[in-house]
């Protein structure tokens, strides 16, 4: 395992990718933190500069994985070697349909909700099998992204930090996040959603990450699984040394 920790912070800019940042530094239920420079989360990478490349290799970055589906990969393929793993493609139809018809921000959550649901329900094997990825040391420093490094991305980072015993205010707020880091960039689309139709509620959703549809997500499996490592160890297939073994490499003691 190559730990090329650049600096202990939370978020890493880059000219060519959003939302990219450090894993690390959560403390969870053993007393001890998640690891920094171990795991890294992001949006999409095909964009990268010649400068981020620099920046890139410094982090030490062994394995990447690539949440998106085949036409998101196909049309905007990673700048480097990275491991498919499809959660979902770009959002189906009748989907953001759906999104686009909400009137206000808590009908457009529900949607979400339903959405991050189905995809821990009907994906759980391919999340499974992304925290497998992750308990090798020889994958470590790792990175996993989607395209806004949101939906797909957060999903895949709340079940992680789950795994590794932090509580689930920080997992909320880890995914929280996001909305700041890509407010800006994402500001074309909010016009282009405005002109579409779509509610100022139902945007701030779509291009935000207020915790509800997450936190919803999360409690209907613990309701259905007895809590997040039950579901892990259940229809996501991750065997329970495995998850010894995520403890063991991706967390440390304070220092």
């Known amino acids: 395992m190559l730990l090329v920790v650049v600096e202990r912070q939370r978020t890493i800019p880059f000219e060519g990718a959003s939302n990219f940042r450090d894993l690390g530094g959560y403390p969870n239920a053993r007393g001890r933190r998640t690891r920094w420079g171990a795991v890294y989360r992001s949006g999409a990478l095909h964009k990268l500069t010649a400068a981020d490349s620099v920046v890139f290799q410094r982090l030490g970055v062994q394995a990447v994985f690539d949440l998106r589906g085949n036409t998101e990969r196909a049309q905007q393929p990673d700048p480097m070697p990275s491991v498919h793993l499809p959660v979902q493609d770009e959002l189906p139809e009748h989907e953001m349909a759906q999104l686009l018809r909400a009137q206000s921000a808590s009908e457009a959550e529900e949607i979400m909700f339903g959405i991050y649901l189905d995809l821990l329900e009907e994906r759980a094997p391919v999340f499974g099998r992304l925290l497998t990825e992750l308990a090798d040391r020889a994958k470590l420093p790792a990175l996993f992204h989607c395209a806004a490094g949101k939906d797909r991305a957060g999903l895949a980072s709340a079940l992680l930090l789950s795994a590794l015993e932090v509580d689930r205010e920080s997992v909320l707020a880890d995914y929280e996040l996001t909305g700041e880091l890509i407010r800006e960039?994402?500001?074309?689309?909010?016009?282009?959603?405005?002109?579409?139709?779509?509610?100022?509620?139902?945007?701030?959703?779509?291009?935000?990450?207020?915790?509800?549809?997450?936190?919803?997500?999360?409690?209907?499996?613990?309701?259905?699984?007895g809590g997040a490592k039950e579901y892990l160890h259940g229809p996501a297939g991750l065997e329970p040394s495995t998850s010894s073994r995520l403890q063991e490499v991706l967390t440390e003691p304070f220092e």
């Open 185 to 225: 960039e994402f500001a074309p689309v909010r016009t282009a959603l405005t002109t579409a139709g779509a509610s100022a509620g139902a945007i701030d959703v779509m291009l935000g990450s207020p915790r509800a549809p997450l936190a919803g997500a999360l409690e209907e499996i613990d309701r259905r699984y």
